[in-house]
């Protein structure tokens, strides 16, 4: 989350920590029961005005930036088969009986008590449910169990051409009724109804953000369900404290491959800044058991919302799965990444200061940048982790050069009209190191529109020594974070003027993972007291 969003979340947060909050409409207005759609004794209820619009603004947040959401496609879409989810890829599962207590439960029943009969129906299932443009969820087939489902629509400023509909189906596999995704509207219907998530069109660059609950009278279901969620995190903390893949091995043999028999081929920009791309470098149980990892690295997902700024410059990687760049130079993953970068530089000193798991889908829309300024000389690594790729799957990753420069002297030059050569692109073939000067714009393409799973890329980014990699941390870290007070801003102006950008400076070394490590903590410290106030605010715990 970028400074601006953490700062307007932190002011709406606390001016609500302030009045209180209220998930009904203010002045006891009743629920507006919009529609009825009917097949027979198969109901549909559409309701509006069952949350208050600052109650709605939370629910928002709580499934927009506080939800852990997991990435159920990976393996078991590769085949395009459809999954029990109904083909939703992006899911964030709250705890049913931190649920069944929450104001938003709560709501729901006492709001919709002509539904509920005060019938003890309780929320076995209540998740965050992400769609985006390009997804193709599936029909959800009916299980006729008793049980009741509702969801609640949370993407603000829907268009009237965005599409995302909420269509039932007859036993004729006819459509007998749609439901708009009207902001803050509830939809409520018994599971003897066919049913399907539609996703967003091809225009809309957002994705769609839904609250979906499923209801049973059954305690001994529900009481599995809360089991079952139970497992799962304890499943996730184990899962959390895993080291990194091969870590604390100590293989220099590594050291004593001839990359030049695995060089493929190399490329330079007109400034002799190179590219390089290998092959076959690291054994394929390694590339495994990272792809394994980061499978299991689930709920660490970040998604970075689409940039509509017309100069482009943000990259546009919509889903990132940071990992602490520290942990990495214990792994023997390093020691083949630093065998390439020294190779290529005739540099040993390099050090890791951003490591992460990109991916991309083929609806993605990846934009040109670079990943330094130009005073920096560093390089990135790209490892690309999906299996059996061809030539026909696209996916390239495209270095680009820009052109034209004098146009952009002119006055009425706009930022976003750069002129772009190619340099070279490269293939995403399964375990194919690319390395480059990162300050050469490039940019990761998506894969071709038949094929509906991931390209997966393991990026890594270096610094000339631990010194400059530990000052490039601690300066992103501050730009997205500036703690108040003269210390913070004091330190990043240092760290923008160069004044530790050392090589074997082992006090600056210290000096610098230290005050990381402060700033990292108060951040996290920040960002879990916010998640917390908002849980706490719909009555519900946060999940870490």
Known sequence: MGFISLLRTCILLFVLSLKGITLQVKGGANPQLTRTLQHYDNQVFIYDNVFSRQGLSIMSSLVSRYAPFDFIYPEKLEGLESNENGNLYWIANFSPADFAKSKIWKTLVKRLSGVFKERDFLPYEAQSVLINRGDFPSVQKAKRDGDLLLRIFLTQGQKKNDYSELVFFDENEEIFGSVFPKFGRTVVWNDTVDFIFKPPSMQKMSGEYSLFIKATLNKTKFEKSVNKFKEQASLREQISKEPFPLSNITD?????????????????????????????????????????????????????????????????????????????????????????????????????????????????????????????????????????????????????????????????????????????????????????????????????????????????????????????????????????????????????????????????????????????????????????????????????
């Open 252 to 544: 220099n043999s590594v050291y004593s491959i001839n990359l030049t028999n695995h060089l493929v081929r190399r490329f330079y920009d007109s400034n002799n800044r190179v590219v390089a791309v290998f092959d076959d470098v690291v054994p394929k149980e390694i590339l495994f058991a990272l792809r394994k990892y980061f499978f299991q690295y689930d709920s660490s997902y970040v998604y970075n919302v689409y940039d509509p700024a017309y100069s482009e410059e943000h990259d546009n990687v919509n889903w990132v799965a940071q990992v602490p760049a520290e942990l990495l130079p214990k792994s023997q993953v390093w020691r083949y990444i630093h065998h390439i970068a020294s190779y290529v530089s005739n540099e040993t000193n390099w050090h890791p200061y951003d490591v992460s798991m990109n991916i991309i889908q083929h609806t993605h829309h990846p934009r040109i940048h670079t990943d330094c300024s130009t005073w920096e000389h560093e390089y990135t690594i790209l490892m690309y982790l999906t299996p059996e790729w061809k030539e026909d799957m696209y996916g390239e990753t495209i270095f680009f050069e820009e052109v034209d420069k004098h146009l952009k002297k002119k006055r009425n030059f706009k930022a976003g009209n750069e002129k772009y050569e190619t340099l070279g692109a490269v293939i995403p073939k399964f375990g194919r190191i690319v390395i480059f000067r990162n300050v050469v714009e490039h940019s990761g393409r998506p894969p071709s529109p038949d094929f509906l799973a991931a390209r997966y890329t393991f990026p890594v980014k270096i610094g000339r020594s631990p010194e400059i990699a530990i000052a490039k941390k601690l300066r992103e870290l501050l730009s997205d974070f500036v703690e108040e007070g003269k210390e913070g801003y004091k330190l990043m102006n240092d760290l923008e003027a160069g004044k530790y950008d050392t090589s074997g400076d082992a006090g600056n070394e210290e000096f610098l993972n230290k005050k990381y490590l402060h700033f990292k903590k108060t951040k996290e410290k920040l960002d879990y007291s916010n998640r917390k106030r908002l849980y706490n605010m719909l009555s519900m715990s946060p999940i870490k």
